[in-house]
């Protein structure tokens, strides 16, 4: 067994998976709404400077399950570690798990980027007064420091010229990208996306996907629930089909676009592709 | 209101034979030169409104927070709050509060110095008690602003670390606040004038003033009048004050323009809709 420090540099270099390089490990989670059963046993692990890509019908479960993985969403049954953390409860010492703190589900978050499909934007603040809030009230940043960081990540995500906008001034893609350097500003161990390009005008979309590329590219560990099948191609290590609160099928995009096993698949790609 | 009270006087002073014999300089003075009394009448009037707005808007604030808690407890509290309240005349409230917890010997109303500024029983008493009822109303506006928020902002928040009190003050309700201010200042246009029930525990607030004078001189309707043109003098005041704080919160944010002093004022021109000013897309 190597001691974490070797196992991190060995991740980087070779991918060689150990226990300490898993970011996500979701076992046999189970959500509830009232009575319907909406996450039937959900189990994946996330490898450091993965890209997974999560596909499926709406009412699969693959919103909610992301949902799970920053407890926006309660779990009735398993349980999820980010970064070795258990995530949203705490075990008692007969093994039952009960809802942690509020204050420690929020120090929890601080780790997990999550960009939505609506973008979520704070409307009245600007773009970067959105990306430095919760750097400075959160993490307790300095002013300073928050802003250079904060305009940095917006010339990132290619708004340099855009920080003092208000998001009703920014188009739709634009708004995304802010929101994608708002949850990178907190420095995030792991990304999570909920179909961060659905509410986009076509001509849009490809600039948020781009900005998402270069953030795969640069090791970001992240989780995307995304039905643009080019991106997951281009960007993914695996996809994940989910049906009826369950993955169904899982593998490279190779291994989807080629030769997909399960029937509901097969039909889901003939729909989407 | 007031042509309809000239426009009354005249016919009642042709009906009667001209048996009454108006006294309009009583009018006139107590609007150009007011006295002392009418002065402090003023002053009381709209420090207590504006005390009892600030604690209506506290109470209001804690008691939606209230009502949309987790906890079964609290929730009833709130609502239980808010049923009493909004459940029992202003007017027995203020005398239950005052006369009656006085005299069971509850609490007898001494009069507290604040920053070497005596404060009487009574005037604390009201303030309380316009306060408490103010919150009541204040619970449901501030309640309807938080529920206009769309809940992806307490959700982004969420997700970027912050507890549910740190969402609410920095991200939620000063999106609220485009959905309150709007009624908050019509809640406060009444306040103003709310305040003459305090007669009923002799605080001399603007209508004592002008209720003892009249009664001194025996003037009512010069003094009366005197007091409704005060009256429309502060709510009109307040009303160009709303739009101006109005204008500025609607600045920047996209969405409908907020009323023009002309409609604020004299309610002309078209209504707007709260949903409109706040939601932004």
């Known amino acids: 067994?190597?001691?974490?420090?070797?196992?991190?540099?060995?991740?980087?270099?070779?991918?060689?998976?150990?226990?300490?390089?898993?970011?996500?490990?979701?076992?046999?989670?189970?959500?509830?709404?009232?009575?319907?059963?909406?996450?039937?046993?959900?189990?994946?692990?996330?490898?450091?400077?993965?890209?997974?890509?999560?596909?499926?019908?709406?009412g699969s479960g693959k919103t909610t399950f992301i949902r799970c993985i920053n407890h926006l969403e309660k779990i009735q049954r398993g349980r999820i570690n980010v970064n070795g953390h258990l995530?949203?409860?705490?075990?008692?010492?007969?093994?039952?798990?009960?809802?942690?703190?509020?204050?420690?589900?929020?120090?929890?978050?601080?780790?997990?980027?999550?960009?939505?499909?609506?973008?979520n934007l704070f409307p009245h603040k600007t773009a970067l007064e959105n990306v430095i809030e919760a750097p400075i009230h959160v993490r307790g940043q300095s002013d300073e420091e928050a802003r250079s960081v904060g305009v940095a990540l917006l010339t990132r995500?290619?708004?340099?010229?855009?920080?003092?906008?208000?998001?009703s001034q920014l188009s739709g893609g634009q708004q995304q990208r802010v929101a994608i350097a708002r949850a990178l500003a907190m420095k995030p161990a792991l990304m999570l996306f909920d179909e961060p390009t659905s509410a986009?005008?076509?001509?849009?979309?490809?600039?948020?996907?781009?900005?998402?590329?270069?953030?795969?590219?640069?090791?970001?560990?992240?989780i995307v629930v995304s039905h643009e099948m080019g991106f997951a191609r281009e960007v993914a290590d695996r996809i994940l089909m989910m049906d009826d609160g369950q993955i169904i099928e899982e593998g490279t995009p190779e291994h989807f676009f080629t030769n997909p096993q399960h029937e509901r698949t097969k039909s889901f790609l003939s729909k989407i592709l | 209101m007031v042509a309809v009270c000239l426009l009354v006087a005249v016919v009642v002073a042709g009906c009667s034979g001209g048996s009454y014999q108006y006294r309009w300089e009583f009018?006139?003075?107590?609007?150009?030169?007011?006295?002392?009394?009418?002065v402090s009448g003023i002053w009381l009037t709209v420090s207590i409104a504006v005390s009892s707005q600030i604690i209506g808007v506290i109470l209001g604030v804690f008691g939606a927070l209230g009502k949309q808690a987790k906890r079964r407890g609290i929730r009833w509290i709130a609502n239980f709050y808010v049923w009493i309240f909004r459940g029992t005349p202003?007017?027995?409230?203020?005398?239950?509060?005052?006369?009656?917890?006085?005299?069971?010997?509850?609490?007898?109303?001494?009069?507290?110095?604040?920053?070497?500024?005596?404060?009487?029983?009574?005037?604390?008493?009201?303030?309380?008690?316009?306060?408490?009822?103010?919150?009541?109303?204040?619970?449901?506006i501030v309640r309807a602003g938080i529920i206009s928020v769309d809940p992806g902002q307490m959700e982004a928040a969420k997700s970027l670390g912050m507890t549910y009190g740190k969402a609410m003050r920095r991200i939620v309700l000063p999106q609220a606040a485009r959905v309150i201010i709007p009624p908050l200042g019509n809640e406060f246009n009444n306040m103003l004038k709310t305040t003459?029930?305090?007669?009923?525990?002799?605080?001399?607030?603007?209508?004592?003033?002008?209720?003892?004078?009249?009664?001194?001189f025996f003037a009512p309707f010069e003094f009366f009048l005197a007091a409704a043109i005060w009256y429309l003098l502060l709510t009109t005041i307040w009303g160009v004050i709303q739009a101006w704080i109005e204008r500025r919160l609607g600045r920047g944010a996209g969405g409908e323009r907020p009323p023009s002093m002309r409609e604020r004022v004299f309610g002309l021109g078209r209504e707007v809709d709260p949903s409109l000013v706040s939601g932004g897309r």
């Open chain 1, 87 to 119: 995530i949203g409860y705490r075990e008692t010492t007969e093994g039952k798990l009960i809802e942690d703190r509020e204050s420690n589900i929020a120090r929890q978050r601080q780790e997990i980027g999550m960009v939505f499909q609506r973008f």
């Open chain 1, 1 to 58: 067994m190597m001691s974490s420090g070797d196992s991190d540099i060995l991740a980087d270099i070779g991918n060689v998976p150990t226990l300490q390089s898993l970011i996500v490990e979701a076992t046999d989670v189970h959500k509830y709404f009232g009575q319907l059963h909406v996450l039937k046993g959900v189990s994946m692990n996330v490898k450091r400077k993965e890209v997974v890509v999560v596909i499926g019908s709406s």
């Open chain 2, 196 to 216: 003459s029930l305090l007669v009923i525990i002799s605080v001399p607030e603007l209508y004592v003033v002008f209720s003892r004078k009249q009664g001194n």
């Open chain 2, 27 to 38: 009018f006139f003075d107590s609007i150009f030169r007011p006295d002392g009394l009418i």
């Open chain 1, 157 to 167: 995500v290619g708004l340099g010229h855009k920080t003092d906008a208000y998001p």
């Open chain 1, 200 to 222: 986009l005008d076509p001509e849009m979309i490809g600039e948020v996907l781009q900005v998402m590329k270069e953030l795969a590219e640069s090791g970001m560990t992240m």
């Open chain 2, 90 to 140: 202003l007017l027995v409230q203020i005398s239950l509060l005052y006369f009656g917890l006085s005299v069971a010997k509850v609490y007898t109303w001494p009069e507290i110095n604040l920053f070497g500024l005596a404060i009487p029983g009574a005037i604390q008493a009201g303030i309380v008690a316009l306060g408490l009822n103010e919150g009541a109303y204040m619970t449901e």
